[in-house]
T-cell receptor, first 116, second 114 residues
Framework: DTGVSQNPRHKITKRGQNVTFRCDPI?????LYWYRQTLGQGPEFLTY????????KSRLLSDRFSAERPKGSFSTLEIQRTEQGDSAMYLC??????????????FGDGTRLSIL | GESVGLHLPTLSVQEGDNSIINCAYS??????FIWYKQESGKGPQFIID?????DKRQGQRVTVLLNKTVKHLSLQIAATQPGDSAVYFC?????????????FGGGTRVLVKP
């Protein structure tokens, strides 16, 4: 199965530490998205890339968050100086460039971040 | 505003019966809708999508209906099975104003009783 892969699956860290998550999209997909999901809620959009270009960022993405996709393949999401409120599931999704405008996004199984 | 919501937080259905999950949206600029299934500990799994120029689309055991007049979306699951127990989300994409992001509702939990 060559779906979206996310690592690590679970990260536990102390408040104030930095964390980095990795996402490997489906190989032929050039669009990559990051979402955050808290318990009982739907995912919330954070940012997205087309190839290596970061094209949109949500207001949820504070200056402690940074995402990169340096070679247009895998992406990393870093959170600096983590806070309790950062505890959530961080989901990555990818999609192909549409021939028309509608292509579904396919999600990985996420990284669950727990801040102690 | 931009909101996608669901009418029922939990749906309990007998195995073998049909399930109907409802979703309301408020923005008439929404032109693409997707249903996802999410099982515990996993990411959302794509089920079916529909464009705003359609009012019905069928997949394997699933049908999505779109009523643009009342801004309502529904997912019908035929002959519900225990493996269908999960949380179901509808999501919208408004193009091009909101880029390619998906806006999700709060989800409906489907519990299949044997």
């Amino acid at each position: 199965d060559t779906g979206v892969s996310q690592n690590p699956r679970h990260k536990i860290t102390k408040r104030g530490q930095n964390v980095t998550f990795r996402c490997d999209p489906i190989s032929e997909h050039n669009r990559l998205y990051w979402y955050r999901q808290t318990l009982g809620q739907g995912p919330e959009f954070l940012t997205y890339f087309q190839n290596e270009a970061q094209l949109e960022k949500s207001r949820l993405l504070s200056d402690r968050f940074s995402a990169e996709r340096p070679k247009g393949s895998f992406s990393t999401l870093e959170i600096q100086r983590t806070e309790q409120g950062d505890s959530a599931m961080y989901l990555c999704a990818s999609s192909s460039t549409p021939s028309d405008r509608d292509q579904p996004q396919h999600f990985g199984d996420g990284t669950r971040l727990s801040i102690l | 505003g931009e909101s996608v919501g669901l009418h029922l937080p939990t749906l309990s259905v007998q195995e073998g019966d049909n399930s109907i999950i409802n979703c309301a949206y408020s923005n008439s600029a929404s032109d693409y809708f997707i249903w996802y299934k999410q099982e515990s500990g996993k990411g959302p799994q794509f089920i079916i999508d529909i464009r705003s120029n359609m009012d019905k689309r069928q997949g394997q055991r699933v049908t999505v209906l779109l009523n643009k007049t009342v801004k309502h979306l529904s997912l019908q699951i035929a002959a519900t099975q225990p493996g269908d127990s999960a949380v179901y989300f509808c999501a919208e994409k408004r193009w091009p104003a909101a880029g390619n992001k998906l806006t999700f509702g709060g989800g409906t939990r489907v519990l299949v009783k044997p």
